[in-house]
């Protein structure tokens, strides 16, 4: 079995302050874990995955995540936020052959 | 690399009536589709998973006589809403898994709008 929490559904940042999106996870195998992104009416897109390699994982848009084990979390973060990264994030989790299970979301609003 | 499309983008139809969704990989082969559907500010809810050439596994609570699935292609899997209704109405989302190799990763669609009037 495999879950996914994100914690907060809407999350505030000036621009050019830190982005910090919250996602705990569980599984009952060593997962893999991935943020996406989601502008409206458009599918998702892939910000990075963790693999079972390097714990601190760089994505793309200057995005990053490091899983911690101990914490059984993944949270996302960017140094300094931009206009452009308001949208909707996903974090999911998979513990198995391609079944993949996503938290309800994050709305990220980023204010000028 | 690793491209998904979906057709239409948008579709409205009337009450009744029956709407197709295509998912095609363009650029590589994919033993395993998956359909979502996604609520207005919600997440995304899997409804079936479909394999190359066999019938679609669907997840609990999903009627699998009014949504259809077919995956008779490595690169084409259809969803066909039948008889629809204003309640299923939703953003449809499908992505595809590589074939070959214990993938672990899915690449999505960019989704269709479908309005039942």
């Known amino acids: 079995a495999q879950s996914v929490t994100q914690l907060g559904s809407h999350v505030s940042v000036s621009e050019g302050a830190l982005v910090l999106l919250r996602c705990n996870y569980s599984?009952?195998?060593?997962?893999?874990l991935f943020w996406y992104v989601q502008y409206p009416n458009q599918g998702l897109q892939l910000l990075l995955k963790y693999t079972s390699a390097a714990t601190l994982v760089k994505g793309i848009n200057g995005f990053e995540a490091e899983f911690k084990k101990s914490e059984t979390s993944f949270h996302l973060t960017k140094p300094s936020a931009h206009m452009s990264d308001a949208a909707e994030y996903f974090c999911?989790?998979?513990?198995?052959?391609?079944?993949?299970?996503f938290g309800t979301g994050t709305k990220l609003q980023v204010i000028p | 690399g690793a491209v998904v499309s979906q057709h239409p983008s948008r579709v409205i139809c009337k009450s009744g009536t029956s709407v197709k969704i295509e998912c095609r990989s363009l650029d590589f082969q994919a033993t395993t589709m998956f359909w979502y559907r996604q609520f207005p500010k919600q997440s995304l809810m899997l409804m079936a998973t479909s394999n190359e050439g066999s019938k679609a596994t669907y997840e609990q609570g999903v009627e699998k006589d009014k949504f259809l699935i077919n995956h008779a292609s490595l690169t084409l899997s259809t969803l066909t809403v039948t008889s629809a209704h204003p309640e299923d109405s939703s953003f449809y989302i499908c992505?595809?898994?590589?074939?070959?190799?214990?993938?672990?990763?899915?690449?999505f669609g960019p989704g269709t709008r479908l309005t039942v009037t």
């Open positions: 599984s009952s195998v060593p997962p893999y």
């Open positions: 992505s595809a898994g590589l074939a070959g190799r214990q993938s672990y990763e899915q690449y």
């Open positions: 999911a989790v998979s513990g198995g052959y391609q079944k993949v299970t």
